[in-house]
């Protein structure tokens, strides 16, 4: 086994930009629609004005503080208490109904008692380094439990040993250069690539198919460092002891779900986010999380005014997206016998459409 452990960064967004842009684009897409199909444009626009209106910074602040202070990986208990708060709370707000529905799904977690290292042999294969189980909590989080190992999942189980090849970012052109112009051969060999460009995922079947027997990732400065930005808590880039999560999975002939434009024939507008993250998750997908709080909040506040919006509006809040967007998925596969689904997706929020097909 081999590794290389350089210092890690995350180039980690605004929150408060994010959700700002998030609610832009959410109210964006909702709104639109009503508009097209209205036939008094004053009242629509006096509401769409009262919408907003009611939006308060500050509430999706306390919010994104309140869903942030513990971990909430998707299938834990921690999670499920977080959906009936959430649930709790969208009652408060006045919807209409707001239910839990439960989804048996594969999730892939860690044996935190047999932990994932990586380690640098000699000659003799004696172990001369490893990396540590464990990432060191940020300051002030010293005493959170239930904070996941780093690792990736869905990724195979072994104990791979092999010379390591630098392979870029694992694309396919990296894959091809290296093969046809450097004349490197990637077979039975541990590539080590640097996270960005494409998805994990598709790093990992790129290494598969180039007959490597083991990845690592690791995020590199270079893409994710911030110029003159301190490290969390100084600041918002990645601690270098920090590591980055997600799965691994390749969903074969899943098709593209960017499927863009969709008809005005929709019975429900669904608007929705993921709550699960691998650990406190304060931008993904809290941020996200924190403005549809907000939204739903707001729309509960005009519903309590006697405002009925023309179209039913269900809001999500998703699990086990950081899984492959799976609650999100059995929920549109149970609800997709009638409906037709298109799934527009911004960086961390899903929305879905419900079109009706009779
Ligand atoms: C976790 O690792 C320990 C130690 O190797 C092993 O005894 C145990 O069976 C593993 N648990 C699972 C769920 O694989
Ligand atoms: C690495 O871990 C292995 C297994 O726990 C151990 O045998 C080895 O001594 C460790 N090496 C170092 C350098 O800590
Ligand atoms: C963690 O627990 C220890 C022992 O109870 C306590 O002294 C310390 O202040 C706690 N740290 C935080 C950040 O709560
Ligand atoms: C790479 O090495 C493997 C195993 O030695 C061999 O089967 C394969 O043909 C090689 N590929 C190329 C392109 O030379
Ligand atoms: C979607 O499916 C769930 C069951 O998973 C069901 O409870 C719900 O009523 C369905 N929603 C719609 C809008 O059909």
Not at 227 to 256: F, I
């Amino acid at each position: 086994m081999a590794t290389s452990r350089g210092r890690l960064y995350l180039w980690m967004y605004l929150a408060a930009a994010l959700a700002s842009f998030l609610a832009g684009l959410m109210v964006g897409w909702f709104i639109k629609p009503l508009k097209e199909t209205t036939t008094s444009p004053p009242y629509h626009q006096s509401t769409r004005w009262k919408l907003v209106s009611e939006m308060k910074a500050e509430n999706i602040k306390s919010f994104l503080r309140s869903f942030t202070k513990l971990p909430h990986l998707a299938g834990t208990e921690r999670n499920l208490l977080l959906a009936k708060k959430i649930q709790t709370q969208w009652k408060k707000f006045g919807l209409d109904s707001a239910k839990l529905v439960h989804y048996d799904v594969l999730l892939s977690y860690p044996n935190e008692t047999n932990a994932n290292y990586i380690s640098i042999m000699d000659e003799h294969g004696i172990e001369i380094f490893n990396t540590s189980y464990l990432e060191p909590p940020p300051d002030g989080y010293e005493n959170v439990t239930n904070i996941v190992p780093p690792y990736n999942a869905f990724s195979a189980q072994g104990m791979p040993e092999g010379d390591l090849i630098y392979v870029n970012y694992a694309r396919t052109e990296d894959f091809f250069k290296l093969e046809r112009e450097m004349n490197i051969n990637c077979s039975g060999k541990i590539v080590i690539a640097r996270y960005g460009k494409i998805f994990r995922g598709n790093k990992v079947k790129n290494a598969m198919l180039a007959g490597a027997i083991g990845i690592i990732l690791y995020s590199d400065p270079a893409d994710y460092f911030a110029p003159a930005v301190q490290p969390y808590p100084k600041g918002w880039n990645l601690p270098g002891t920090a590591v980055q999560r997600g799965n691994v999975l390749n969903l074969n002939g899943a098709g593209d779900p960017l499927t863009p434009g969709y008809p005005a024939k929709d019975r429900y507008v669904i608007l929705g986010g993921h709550r699960d993250s691998w650990v406190f998750g304060a931008i993904d997908p809290t941020s996200g999380a924190a403005v549809l709080q907000e939204i739903v909040q707001s729309f509960g506040k005009l519903m309590s005014g006697g405002w009925r919006p023309r179209r039913t509006i269900i809001f999500a809040s998703w699990d086990a997206e950081e899984f492959g967007l799976l609650g999100s998925t059995e929920w549109a596969e149970v609800n997709m016998t009638q409906a037709f689904v298109i799934f527009l997706v911004s960086r961390e929020t899903y929305m879905y459409l419900r079109i009706s097909t009779d």
